[in-house]
């Protein structure tokens, strides 16, 4: 077939309402605030929300990232030096649904009863801070190793490319100026120090026809 410009594959079919497969609604509703609070939609443009983090992780949870599959998962497990990277019997799925729970009961008993998700945004702030250096007590596991897993993931359901779910509208490509998957840069290899002219393309195309 002869190639046309513009032309592309069917997008993947996310909606504005995520459905999860992972994440129960209490998992969901935990990390939809706290993405929210990593990524807010401000003046520069859309948050972690309306790009569909939550969901680009929900979808990596249930997958072969979330089982650990290419893992080396056999003990012994003692805490690791930071440069060791992931050390932990769990999966990461596993971490997500016992750290939520934890969190969630950790910041009922601080805030009467309230989640996560209900606190005031200052609040949750304060409590990833507390999660982040490791303050935050969630029985056997450790704090800082999950917060350092869900930054992650955060980032990469903000800038992976939307067939994955996440980068919803490819908002995080326009933020950062990234031009994508075109399968030409030479017009602007020696473009230097001029702003990228052309809207970002997925592995899949880009959405052109709709005018966004």
Do not use: C
Request: hydrophobic fraction near 35%; charged fraction near 20%.
């Amino acid at each position: 077939m002869p190639w046309t410009g513009g032309a592309q594959a069917p997008n993947p079919n996310f909606t504005e309402s995520p459905r999860y497969i992972f994440f129960t609604s209490a998992e969901a509703a935990f990390v939809e605030a706290a993405s929210g609070r990593m990524i807010p939609e401000d003046e520069l443009g859309p948050g972690a929300l309306k790009a569909g983090v939550p969901e680009f992780i929900d979808r990596q949870l249930d997958g072969e990232f979330g089982q650990g599959r290419r893992w080396y998962m056999q003990g012994p497990w003692p805490k690791g030096d930071d440069t060791q990277g992931y050390q932990s019997r769990l999966t990461p799925a596993a971490l997500y649904r016992a750290s939520i729970k934890a969190i969630d009961d950790g910041v009922g008993r601080q805030f009467h009863g309230k989640s996560f998700a209900h606190l005031q945004a200052s609040d949750q702030d304060a409590m990833l801070s507390k999660l982040e250096n490791g303050e935050f007590h969630l029985g056997q596991i450790d704090s800082k190793s999950f917060f350092d897993m869900f930054l992650q993931n955060v980032m990469e359901g903000f800038w992976s490319d939307p067939t994955y779910g996440g980068n919803r509208d490819m908002v995080g490509w326009k933020l950062i100026g990234f031009p994508g998957a075109r399968y030409d840069q030479r017009p602007f290899v020696l473009q230097h120090g001029k702003r990228y002219p052309l809207p970002p393309v997925g592995l899949k195309g880009r959405k052109a026809w709709t005018g966004s």
